[in-house]
Every structure is written in structure tokens, then in C-alpha cells.
């Protein structure tokens, strides 16, 4: 088959998974200008979903790529955090609600919109810039990001400003919902440590997805125990990096936060002048890169690892996030080789999705258990271009094909089993359906 039949074939194969996507996005779309992640389950507007979310629609609305950035960044706090959750409408399907997290608690929290106090990984940059090459109407885009890209600039300082108490160019999380992997069994070290209250509360989530798919009651303990220290302090980010009892440096976290670094100097040359900020984010980002190299890398087991700063010690577990850092540039040649070695050992055989969420081999991995070991689609994005940058086409041709593969097997879910034989009857889609984020990049990825 000659390469322009290749093209028509592919396309036609894939039309029908297309016009679903864009239905999925059309469908979640809210009045307000914003996306939910899925109906029910995610009633609100969430960061860095938000982004991914932009990137899909890019390739057939670019209104609607606009008005998701622009609605969620007019959401940012004095101090230029951008919140991950925006309660912009009420719902009684999700907990906690703005009730409980009390944004108002902080003298620079945004007073138009109640909010959570915690953040997400900061992938506002590169949506950006995604946004900017697949537009057909570049001249409309470049000026939608002269006018909104100062406020991204000021999100990627609040970290270096607010969340680096070392000034090394690493910021922390100070809760798991901020990692965006939020009961990665890596947690559960921490959670050993903690002697979190038993609350009283009611769970919206498992009255949408089986309680198997979600974290257990005495996690979100956990999660609940920590907002309430982080109100105790009205969000003070400096007595939060005092008290918090969770207080790591998250591979994936600072990866995005990189890699949205690089994106914003390549657009505000792009734009032109601004040669202060770059020079900022320049100086940041390199010293981000060499702290990430030398503190974060375990070379014994050929991975990124994240760091607690409570304990001063890494936690050494591969995960999906272990690999992120090939996205934003960060390794080495030869760490990256070593990357590519963890992965396929662990994570790449022939019975097993790529990339499961948490380490295959380990006593933790949970195939259908949220972040202990499903296959999510946003990760599977990062990695299938970090892979490729890199020069290994292989491996992320066989990332992407795979990511297609078990959405048209099963839809448009939330994340899926990594075993492969658990799909044999189309039912290994797990969590929400009809997942924005996973019509959104999937769109992307076919676009490639």
C-alpha cells in the first residue's frame, strides 16, 4: 500500500472513533466555558484535565481550546497558583465540595470562584503551545497567548517561589491529589506514618464507580486529614511546608512543570521581547533539570523515583511517573537507556498494556484499582512523545497503538487494565465514562 492510501485507510479506520471523541467532549462541554472530566463522578472543572481537554479540542474548535484555558486561569489566585478544583457551578455528586476545602480561608485566594486550596501538575504551558501548532488560524491562537500567557508564567513562578524551600528547583506537593496520581501505592509509606482521625463523612465517588476501583475509606482519612491541617493555616504555603505531614518532590510533578517551562520560552520568543522572563525561566529551568538528575534518578533501579522530605529519603518504586521526565527533556542519553531497560522489564511484556500506572512486578500492583496500576491515557500520551523524542519509535508506536487499541475495545474510560487478557470481553474500562481526557488525547494521538 502506497503512503497517501495508507493515510486514507488509517483515517477511515479510525473516523467513527474520531466523531465519538468529539462527541464525548461536546457532551461534558458546560455552559460556563469549561469542560468536566465525566458526568457525575467529576461535576466540576479540573487543572490540569482542563489542559489535555484543550489539546483535543484544538483539532476541531479552537473557541471552545480557548475558552477552557481562559475560564480556568481566571480562576488563579493572587499569587499566580492556579487551584485544581473550580466549583464554578453546584453539584451534590462529588466530595468534598467547597464547603469543606474553603478557599475563602486564604487573603489571596480568587474571590469570584470558590476553589480548592491544592494545585495539579502544571501542563498549562505545553497545552499552549499544543494549541499553537495544530491550529490552522496561527494568527488568532498567537494573539489568545500573548494575552493569557503572563498568567501562566506567573503559575510556573508561584512554584519556584512558593513550593521550593530549599532552592533547588524542585517543588513539592503537600497532598497526593496535587501528584494527580492519587492513591499510587507509593503512598501508602507515608500514609504508615500518619495517625489520621477516623471521620465521618459520605463518599460521593462509589456511589458511581464499584468501591473496588477507588481508594479504600481510611485513605481518604488521610486525604481529608491534610486539608484540614492545610485550613488550620489558611493555605500558607510556608505553614504548609512546615506542618504538612505529606511533603514530597514528585517525579511526574516537576516533569510537566519543566517541560511547560520550555514551552512558554519557546512562545514568548515566538512572540517576541519578554527576554527578562526568559532569562528567568531559562536560569529555573536549568537548575530544576540538574537538582531532578542528581536527586531524583536511582540508579540502581534505572528510574526517576519521588523524594519525601519529611524523611529525606527517596521512595523507591517505579511507577508510570518514573518515566515522565523523558517528556520534558530531562535525562541524560544514558539515563535514558536505563529508562528504557526498567520499563520493557517490568512493564513491557508481551501479556501486559503499556504502561500500567505502578510497577507490574511489585506485591502493591492492583490492575483495576485507580492509580495502583491501571493504564490511564494522559500518561500514556506524555510517554508515547517523551519515548519519541528520544528516538525510541518503537516503543512509542507501541504506546500509542496500544492506548487505541483498549479505547476501541472498551470506550472511552477513565483508565484501564493492563493485563491484557482481562480485555477478551470489551470490559476492562474502569472509573468514569465517556472520560474526557481520553476522547481528547486520543483525538490527538490519531492526529499524529
Not at 528510574?303 to 518504586?317: F, S
Not at 508515547?384 to 487499541?405: L, T, V
Not at 484501564?416 to 470481553?425: G, L, M, Q, V
Request: proline letters at 4%.
Amino acid at each position: 500500500m502506497d503512503k497517501p492510501m495508507y493515510f486514507i485507510h488509517y483515517f477511515m479506520k479510525h473516523h467513527e472513533l474520531i466523531t465519538k471523541a468529539q462527541e464525548v467532549l461536546n457532551n461534558n462541554y458546560q455552559e460556563k466555558g469549561f469542560t468536566i472530566p465525566c458526568q457525575g463522578l467529576y461535576p466540576f472543572q479540573w487543572n490540569w484535565d482542563s489542559g489535555f481537554i484543550a489539546i483535543g479540542f484544538a483539532h476541531f474548535d479552537m473557541e471552545k481550546a480557548k475558552k477552557e484555558i481562559k475560564t480556568l486561569i481566571d480562576s488563579q489566585w493572587s499569587n499566580g497558583f492556579i487551584p485544581h478544583i473550580i466549583f464554578h457551578n453546584e453539584s451534590d455528586t462529588y466530595f468534598p465540595g467547597p464547603d469543606f476545602h474553603r478557599s475563602d480561608l486564604s487573603k489571596l485566594s480568587n474571590t469570584s470562584v470558590p476553589t480548592t486550596g491544592m494545585t495539579q501538575p502544571h501542563i498549562l504551558g505545553f497545552a499552549l503551545e499544543r494549541m499553537y501548532k495544530v491550529a490552522e488560524n496561527k494568527e488568532d491562537v498567537l494573539q489568545f497567548i500573548k494575552e493569557n500567557i503572563d498568567a501562566i508564567y506567573d503559575f510556573s513562578m508561584y512554584f519556584y517561589n512558593h513550593r521550593d524551600p530549599l532552592n533547588e528547583g524542585l517543588a513539592y506537593i503537600y497532598h497526593n491529589w496535587e501528584s494527580g496520581t492519587d492513591n499510587s501505592p507509593i503512598w501508602d509509606d507515608i500514609w504508615s506514618t500518619m495517625d489520621s482521625p477516623s471521620l465521618e463523612f459520605q463518599r460521593r465517588d462509589t456511589s458511581h464507580v464499584d468501591a473496588s476501583q477507588r481508594p479504600s475509606k481510611r485513605e481518604y482519612d488521610h486525604y481529608l486529614h491534610i486539608i484540614e491541617i492545610a485550613k488550620k493555616y489558611n493555605y500558607e504555603d510556608a505553614k504548609i511546608a512546615e506542618f504538612s505531614p505529606f511533603l514530597v518532590q514528585d517525579p511526574l510533578f516537576n516533569a510537566v512543570l519543566i517541560s511547560s517551562n520550555k514551552s512558554l520560552i519557546r512562545l514568548y520568543e515566538l512572540i517576541g521581547g519578554n527576554e527578562e522572563k526568559v532569562t528567568q525561566l531559562k536560569h529555573l529551568t536549568a537548575k530544576s533539570i540538574h537538582s531532578f538528575n542528581t536527586k531524583l534518578f536511582d540508579e540502581a533501579l534505572g528510574a526517576y523515583c519521588h523524594y519525601d522530605l519529611r524523611t529525606g529519603k527517596l521512595l523507591r518504586y517505579v511507577s508510570s511517573s518514573s518515566f515522565s521526565p523523558l517528556y520534558a527533556g530531562i535525562p541524560s542519553k544514558e539515563q535514558a537507556e536505563k529508562l528504557v531497560y526498567t520499563m520493557m522489564k517490568k512493564f513491557g511484556k508481551d501479556d501486559q498494556y503499556l504502561c500500567a500506572s505502578f510497577d507490574p512486578t511489585h506485591e502493591r500492583f492492583n490492575p483495576k484499582q485507580y492509580w495502583r496500576g491501571p493504564v490511564w491515557i494522559n500518561l500514556n500520551w506524555l510517554l508515547y512523545h517523551g519515548f519519541k523524542n528520544y528516538g525510541y519509535k518503537d516503543i512509542a508506536e507501541r504506546i500509542k497503538q496500544e492506548s487505541i487499541e483498549i479505547i476501541e475495545k472498551n470506550g472511552f474510560y477513565e483508565y484501564f487494565d493492563a493485563r491484557k487478557e482481562a480485555h477478551k470481553d470489551n470490559t476492562a474500562g474502569y472509573g468514569g465514562n465517556n472520560f474526557s481526557w481520553s476522547a481528547a488525547l486520543l483525538i490527538d494521538l490519531l492526529s499524529e
